[in-house]
């Protein structure tokens, strides 16, 4: 299915921090249908989550970003993808998948806390993007219903993976 | 009883003399308090003890109480004119305050006394060098080798010396006979080394190459010369300049260890007989077949492929500049327009250029809202059109550039480069204001990016908006510096003083532009003064090759684009103030609010300063502060009074006076010379000075202006200066402008040859200006610069605004309503009630989400 694309040779990725905020504003204002709330672009640049708070670079030139935050309950602690978005002309050359896999091994990577799941919210009009993640594991664990205010269809699924902790995974 | 010699005055008594014995050895360890302590004794038996007393001031000056240190020396040099010491300290002291020449005189009266001392000596041979008096450095060299002749160094400094004077051949003397006498090299000595390269250099210099590769071949044989890249450029050189069968091996040998220096490429080429800057038909196909071989022979060397560019012509250049931009395009190189800019010199190349890249643009071209072809680089695409944006923008085709860099910015919006040089467009087209606003949002997409944010402040100084730019610049100077300004001062940064000096000068703002100019200057005279301490270090550490190249640089200091440039645009400022003296008052009156609040601040910076300094432990006694005075600290935070101090046509001449030589091809320099010179009324100079820029472009408005102001002040002296001087001005000013025409017809006659040429109606308007001729005719004279036939440039038309105001025209607006739809997107000529406004867009306060509406908030 993706074998007839260019492969992703010069794909990179580095946290996002205060000073290339402008950066993350600037994919997002062009990438998604929502406006972002100052809290969230605080939120992101808190210095322990820059594992999972990406821009994505194709050939040194941002092309996208990737941000989760850490939800804990009940002592377990599960990784929510808030943004994962490639720059239109810059899709389907894999860049995403990479970038998904980068951050699943990060997940995998990490101590503390550890990361148990990986789960995000997708609107229930967008098929490419449910299989997208389907291909990399993730299965629909739930709907939110009226997740969505303003734009239609409101309603989102849930789509969630199970991390197997690094050492663990080698081990199988 | 004295010992013979000593006046009386001088000698003290045993217990005494011991004591000052022992304030030079305090003094010597910089055992600072001690010293002091053992004067003070001598000086309560004999206050009037000449050697003590300047030993005093000496000390107190280290201690930081300059004031103080420099009235006893003065006064101990009264008591004992004929002391070695008392002069020597002086001299010390005026070495200092950076006063060359007088510590010069005080060091030769300590040599009067004191023929022989090593130290003063040394010192003079510094101050000589400095000064440049090489004749009298020969002198002191030889007075310092006869007396240590055992000192490798003397025995170079001496070489040095002969060759700063001129004499090459007495350097090689004694370079000759320093090697016959030197003793116990160890191998690989890197003195011996530099020492023997010198020789070569010598050598070379002397045209005997001959002698100078046997030098340099055995030398480099025996490991005497040790520095390897050395000697196989001075023998590729050398071998060249002989003829030698040799050279070309020498000459790839080179290449083979760098295959990027254009240097060795043209030495390989001329040693072939082909002059890269000068081609036949012959010597290009060969230039080029031997480019080509290079490339073959290092593929990853960029050098060959470049120069082959410049020599290629027609299909060659085709067929070699294709993949030359394709390869860089795909890598993503953003210099690449600055590479190949200096082939637009020849316009078919500038065609095929642009046919080439637009060719390659086709092929790469797709939507920006869909995936890209997989064939196709997206990040190619985006750098292709910043490439041809650059491209038309350097060919004035700014609204296609537009829409190239609006391709792109909607293609990738994430790209600094499109940003910055979408603001760079703007600024000219005439919209300072929008270009600032990109570039702004270009340093928003990346805070850390220091480069992003240096072009941000002054694209903001470009829009007149100063305190704005410091803010920008502020957020990457020293966090402990008392301004930014003053940082960036410290830091000898031209490109802001420049800037801000200019941004003050178009604001009207005459006293901080001179204040700035004022730090560039002081820039390159601590450039000048910043060679001193070589003048010691690079003999005793035989680094004398390298130094002889920082003279040579040194002497050419103020060609620099940079201090040309203020030198010029301060003697306007001065020349103004002797014009019009009341600018200097009203401009202090003027000080708007956001100064005032500036001035205050910095008082009360400097208020916490001394109160700390108040505060801090008094046990710094013993510091040593040095003998360089500390900077003085700025009393005149706004400028004012160095715009009204007194004589600015004497400072003036004083900033111009090293353009007289080093900016001999500047034209602009040489009208600001004749400003300053006509109105000081040295009319020999002023006319010299026209007649220089004559010789470089008979036709430059600004000269034309000036032809007719000087016949008129000449025509119109009541008394001519003298017989001599009139003799000498009549008959070259003739040549210049032709006695039988009237001024009038002078001047109607240079509009009708160049009637459409802007500048040259600008030129035509003022010279009526000067004629006296009525305000109206003076308007309408400039307003035809408006025709639809006359070539105007933006420059030009900025330059007939100010004049207009200057005139107190009326009619300011309506030239500016006729800009308008002549530069369509320029904001210059907006009404000027819509400038506050348009300034303070100039700002991006945060990147500009789309226009889409987004009704959805996520938290």
């Given at each position: 299915?993706?074998?007839?694309?260019?492969?992703?040779?010069r794909?990179?990725f580095?946290?996002?921090t205060?000073n290339?905020?402008?950066?993350v504003?600037?994919?997002n204002?062009?990438?998604?249908?929502?406006?972002?709330?100052?809290?969230f672009?605080?939120?992101?640049?808190?210095?322990?989550?820059?594992d999972?708070?990406?821009?994505?670079?194709?050939?040194?030139?941002?092309?996208?970003?990737m941000?989760?935050?850490?939800?804990?309950?009940?002592?377990?602690?599960?990784?929510y993808l808030?943004?994962l978005?490639?720059?239109a002309?810059?899709?389907?050359?894999?860049?995403g998948s990479q970038?998904?896999k980068h951050?699943?091994?990060?997940?995998?990577?990490?101590a503390?806390?550890k990361?148990?799941?990986?789960?995000l919210?997708?609107?229930?009009?967008?098929?490419d993007a449910?299989?997208?993640?389907a291909?990399?594991?993730f299965?629909?664990?739930?709907?939110?219903?009226n997740y969505?205010?303003?734009?239609?269809p409101?309603?989102?699924?849930?789509l969630?993976?199970?991390i197997?902790?690094?050492?663990a995974?080698e081990?199988? | 009883?004295?010992?013979?010699?000593?006046?009386?005055?001088r000698?003290?008594?045993?217990?005494?003399?011991?004591?000052f014995?022992?304030?030079?050895h305090?003094y010597?360890?910089?055992?600072l308090?001690?010293?002091?302590?053992?004067?003070?004794?001598?000086?309560?038996k004999?206050p009037?003890?000449?050697?003590t007393?300047?030993m005093?001031?000496?000390?107190l000056?280290h201690?930081?109480?300059?004031?103080e240190?420099?009235?006893?020396v003065?006064?101990?040099?009264?008591?004992d004119l004929t002391s070695?010491?008392?002069?020597?300290?002086?001299?010390?002291?005026?070495?200092?305050?950076?006063?060359?020449?007088e510590a010069?005189k005080?060091y030769t009266?300590a040599?009067r006394?004191?023929k022989?001392?090593?130290?003063?000596?040394?010192d003079?041979?510094?101050?000589?060098?400095?000064?440049?008096?090489?004749d009298?450095?020969?002198e002191?060299?030889?007075?310092?080798?006869?007396?240590?002749?055992?000192?490798?160094?003397?025995w170079?400094?001496?070489?040095v010396a002969?060759h700063?004077?001129g004499?090459?051949l007495?350097?090689k003397?004694?370079?000759e006979q320093?090697?016959r006498?030197v003793?116990?090299?160890?191998?690989?000595?890197?003195?011996?080394?530099?020492?023997?390269?010198?020789?070569?250099r010598?050598l070379?210099?002397l045209?005997?190459?001959?002698e100078?590769?046997?030098?340099?071949?055995?030398?480099?044989?025996?490991r005497?010369?040790?520095d390897?890249?050395?000697i196989?450029?001075?023998r590729a050189?050398?071998?060249?300049k002989l003829?030698?069968?040799?050279?070309?091996?020498?000459w790839?040998?080179l290449?083979?260890?760098?295959?990027?220096?254009?240097?060795?490429?043209?030495?390989?080429?001329?040693n072939?007989?082909?002059?890269?800057?000068?081609?036949?038909?012959?010597t290009?196909?060969?230039a080029?077949?031997?480019?080509?071989?290079?490339?073959?022979?290092?593929?990853?060397a960029?050098?060959?492929?470049?120069l082959?560019?410049t020599?290629?012509?027609g299909?060659?250049?085709?067929?070699l500049v294709?993949?030359?931009?394709?390869?860089?395009?795909?890598?993503?190189?953003?210099?690449?327009?600055?590479?190949?800019?200096?082939?637009?010199r020849?316009?078919?190349?500038?065609?095929?250029l642009?046919?080439?890249?637009?060719?390659?643009?086709?092929?790469?071209?797709?939507a920006?809202?869909a995936?890209?072809p997989?064939?196709?680089?997206?990040?190619?695409?985006?750098?292709?059109?910043?490439?041809?944006?650059?491209?038309?923008?350097?060919?004035?085709?700014?609204?296609k550039a537009?829409?190239?860099?609006?391709?792109?910015?909607?293609?990738?919006?994430?790209?600094?480069?499109?940003?910055?040089?979408?603001g760079?467009?703007l600024?000219?087209c005439?919209?300072?204001?929008g270009?600032?606003?990109?570039?702004?949002?270009?340093?928003?997409l990346?805070l850390?990016?220091r480069?992003?944010?240096?072009r941000?402040?002054?694209?903001?100084l470009?829009a007149?908006l100063?305190?704005e730019?410091?803010?920008?610049?502020g957020?990457f100077?020293?966090?402990?510096?008392p301004s930014?300004?003053?940082?960036?001062?410290?830091m000898?940064?031209l490109?802001?003083?420049?800037?801000?000096?200019?941004?003050q000068?178009?604001?009207?703002?005459?006293?901080?532009a001179l204040?700035?100019?004022?730090a560039?200057?002081?820039?390159?005279?601590d450039?000048e003064?910043?060679q001193?301490?070589?003048?010691?270090y690079?003999v005793?550490?035989?680094?004398v090759?390298?130094?002889?190249?920082?003279?040579k640089w040194?002497d050419?200091?103020?060609?620099?684009?940079?201090?040309?440039?203020?030198?010029i645009?301060?003697s306007?400022?001065l020349?103004r103030l002797h014009?019009d003296?009341?600018?200097a008052?009203?401009a202090s009156q003027?000080?708007?609010?956001?100064e005032?609040?500036?001035?205050?601040k910095?008082?009360?910076?400097e208020?916490?300063?001394l109160?700390?300094?108040?505060k801090?432990?008094g046990?710094?006694?013993n510091?040593d502060?040095g003998?360089?005075?500390?900077?003085?600290?700025d009393?005149?935070?706004?400028?004012?009074?160095l715009?009204?101090?007194?004589?600015?046509l004497e400072?003036?001449?004083?900033?111009?006076k090293p353009?007289n030589?080093?900016?001999?091809?500047n034209?602009?320099?040489?009208?600001?010379?004749?400003d300053?010179a006509?109105r000081r009324k040295?009319?020999?100079?002023?006319?010299?000075?026209l007649?220089?820029?004559h010789t470089l472009?008979?036709?430059?408005?600004?000269?034309?202006?000036?032809?007719?102001d000087f016949?008129?002040?000449w025509?119109s002296?009541?008394e001519?200066?003298?017989?001599?001087?009139?003799?000498a001005v009549?008959p070259?000013?003739?040549?210049?402008?032709?006695?039988e025409?009237?001024?009038?017809?002078?001047?109607?006659?240079?509009l009708?040859?160049h009637s459409s040429?802007?500048?040259?109606?600008?030129?035509?308007?003022q010279?009526?200006?000067?004629?006296?001729?009525p305000?109206?005719?003076v308007?309408s004279?400039v307003?035809?610069?408006?025709n639809?036939?006359?070539e105007?440039r933006?420059?030009?038309?900025?330059?007939?605004?100010?004049f207009?105001?200057?005139?107190k025209?009326?009619?300011?607006?309506?030239?500016r309503?006729?800009?308008?739809p002549?530069?369509?997107?320029?904001t210059?000529?907006?009404p000027?009630?819509?400038l506050?406004?348009?300034?303070?867009n100039?700002i991006q306060r945060?990147?500009?989400e789309t226009n889409?509406?987004k009704?959805?908030?996520?938290s």
């Amino acid at each position: 299915m993706s074998d007839s694309r260019p492969t992703p040779t010069r794909v990179s990725f580095a946290a996002v921090t205060p000073n290339n905020l402008g950066t993350v504003r600037k994919l997002n204002s062009v990438l998604f249908p929502i406006k972002y709330s100052e809290k969230f672009y605080s939120d992101i640049v808190q210095p322990d989550l820059e594992d999972f708070c990406q821009l994505i670079y194709y050939n040194d030139i941002p092309v996208g970003t990737m941000c989760c935050r850490v939800e804990v309950k009940d002592g377990v602690a599960k990784l929510y993808l808030m943004t994962l978005a490639v720059l239109a002309p810059y899709r389907s050359r894999g860049i995403g998948s990479q970038s998904l896999k980068h951050l699943v091994d990060t997940a995998a990577a990490h101590a503390k806390p550890k990361i148990s799941a990986i789960y995000l919210h997708v609107q229930v009009s967008n098929e490419d993007a449910k299989r997208f993640y389907a291909r990399h594991g993730f299965t629909e664990v739930g709907l939110y219903e009226n997740y969505y205010k303003k734009i239609t269809p409101h309603d989102a699924w849930i789509l969630q993976r199970d991390i197997q902790p690094a050492a663990a995974a080698e081990a199988t | 009883m004295p010992p013979a010699g000593i006046p009386a005055s001088r000698a003290l008594p045993s217990r005494e003399s011991t004591l000052f014995k022992e304030v030079l050895h305090y003094y010597e360890d910089r055992q600072l308090k001690k010293g002091l302590k053992a004067a003070d004794t001598i000086l309560k038996k004999f206050p009037n003890h000449g050697e003590t007393l300047c030993m005093k001031g000496l000390i107190l000056t280290h201690m930081g109480r300059r004031d103080e240190g420099l009235e006893l020396v003065k006064q101990g040099v009264r008591y004992d004119l004929t002391s070695h010491i008392c002069w020597h300290v002086f001299g010390l002291i005026q070495k200092g305050q950076k006063n060359y020449e007088e510590a010069l005189k005080s060091y030769t009266q300590a040599l009067r006394f004191d023929k022989e001392n090593m130290n003063i000596l040394r010192d003079a041979a510094h101050l000589q060098t400095q000064l440049r008096h090489y004749d009298a450095l020969v002198e002191t060299r030889h007075t310092l080798l006869r007396l240590r002749p055992q000192l490798r160094q003397n025995w170079i400094a001496l070489a040095v010396a002969y060759h700063l004077s001129g004499n090459i051949l007495e350097a090689k003397h004694v370079l000759e006979q320093f090697e016959r006498i030197v003793k116990n090299v160890p191998d690989y000595d890197v003195e011996m080394s530099e020492i023997l390269l010198y020789h070569v250099r010598v050598l070379e210099e002397l045209g005997e190459h001959t002698e100078a590769l046997a030098l340099l071949d055995t030398s480099a044989k025996s490991r005497a010369i040790i520095d390897r890249v050395a000697i196989m450029e001075f023998r590729a050189r050398l071998l060249s300049k002989l003829g030698s069968s040799e050279a070309q091996q020498a000459w790839q040998g080179l290449i083979d260890q760098n295959a990027d220096s254009y240097d060795y490429y043209k030495g390989f080429l001329s040693n072939n007989g082909i002059d890269i800057d000068a081609l036949t038909e012959e010597t290009q196909s060969q230039a080029l077949t031997t480019l080509r071989d290079f490339a073959q022979q290092f593929p990853r060397a960029a050098a060959p492929l470049r120069l082959a560019l410049t020599v290629a012509t027609g299909d060659e250049f085709k067929e070699l500049v294709e993949p030359y931009l394709r390869s860089r395009l795909e890598k993503g190189v953003p210099s690449l327009f600055t590479d190949l800019k200096a082939l637009y010199r020849v316009p078919e190349k500038r065609d095929i250029l642009e046919s080439v890249a637009h060719t390659l643009l086709d092929s790469l071209t797709h939507a920006a809202d869909a995936p890209c072809p997989p064939t196709i680089d997206p990040t190619m695409y985006v750098w292709t059109l910043y490439f041809l944006a650059q491209h038309h923008s350097h060919l004035g085709q700014h609204e296609k550039a537009l829409e190239l860099l609006d391709t792109a910015i909607a293609h990738t919006p994430t790209l600094p480069e499109l940003y910055m040089f979408r603001g760079r467009v703007l600024k000219r087209c005439g919209d300072p204001f929008g270009a600032a606003r990109w570039v702004d949002q270009a340093r928003l997409l990346d805070l850390q990016d220091r480069f992003l944010n240096a072009r941000c402040g002054k694209y903001r100084l470009r829009a007149g908006l100063v305190e704005e730019s410091v803010e920008v610049f502020g957020l990457f100077t020293k966090k402990d510096a008392p301004s930014p300004s003053q940082d960036l001062e410290d830091m000898q940064s031209l490109l802001y003083l420049t800037e801000e000096a200019d941004a003050q000068l178009r604001n009207g703002n005459y006293a901080m532009a001179l204040k700035k100019y004022t730090a560039i200057q002081k820039v390159f005279d601590d450039f000048e003064d910043d060679q001193y301490d070589f003048h010691g270090y690079s003999v005793r550490k035989f680094t004398v090759n390298i130094y002889l190249n920082l003279l040579k640089w040194e002497d050419t200091l103020r060609s620099h684009p940079q201090y040309v440039h203020a030198a010029i645009e301060a003697s306007r400022i001065l020349v103004r103030l002797h014009d019009d003296p009341s600018i200097a008052t009203s401009a202090s009156q003027a000080l708007s609010d956001a100064e005032k609040k500036a001035k205050k601040k910095a008082k009360k910076a400097e208020k916490k300063v001394l109160e700390e300094a108040k505060k801090a432990p008094g046990t710094a006694t013993n510091e040593d502060k040095g003998l360089d005075a500390s900077p003085p600290k700025d009393d005149d935070p706004d400028g004012s009074k160095l715009l009204q101090a007194p004589e600015p046509l004497e400072r003036a001449a004083k900033w111009l006076k090293p353009l007289n030589t080093l900016a001999a091809g500047n034209i602009e320099a040489w009208i600001a010379i004749y400003d300053v010179a006509v109105r000081r009324k040295k009319y020999t100079q002023a006319l010299q000075a026209l007649t220089h820029a004559h010789t470089l472009d008979a036709d430059s408005p600004t000269l034309h202006v000036r032809l007719v102001d000087f016949k008129k002040r000449w025509s119109s002296l009541a008394e001519k200066p003298s017989e001599n001087i009139a003799a000498a001005v009549s008959p070259s000013l003739s040549k210049l402008v032709p006695d039988e025409l009237s001024l009038e017809r002078f001047n109607s006659q240079y509009l009708q040859n160049h009637s459409s040429r802007g500048d040259a109606i600008l030129a035509t308007a003022q010279a009526l200006r000067i004629l006296d001729a009525p305000r109206e005719e003076v308007e309408s004279a400039v307003f035809s610069a408006l025709n639809a036939d006359v070539e105007l440039r933006l420059e030009t038309a900025v330059a007939i605004d100010s004049f207009l105001l200057e005139l107190k025209s009326p009619r300011v607006d309506e030239f500016r309503a006729g800009c308008q739809p002549r530069f369509g997107l320029a904001t210059l000529f907006a009404p000027r009630a819509e400038l506050p406004e348009l300034r303070k867009n100039a700002i991006q306060r945060a990147i500009a989400e789309t226009n889409v509406e987004k009704d959805e908030v996520i938290s």
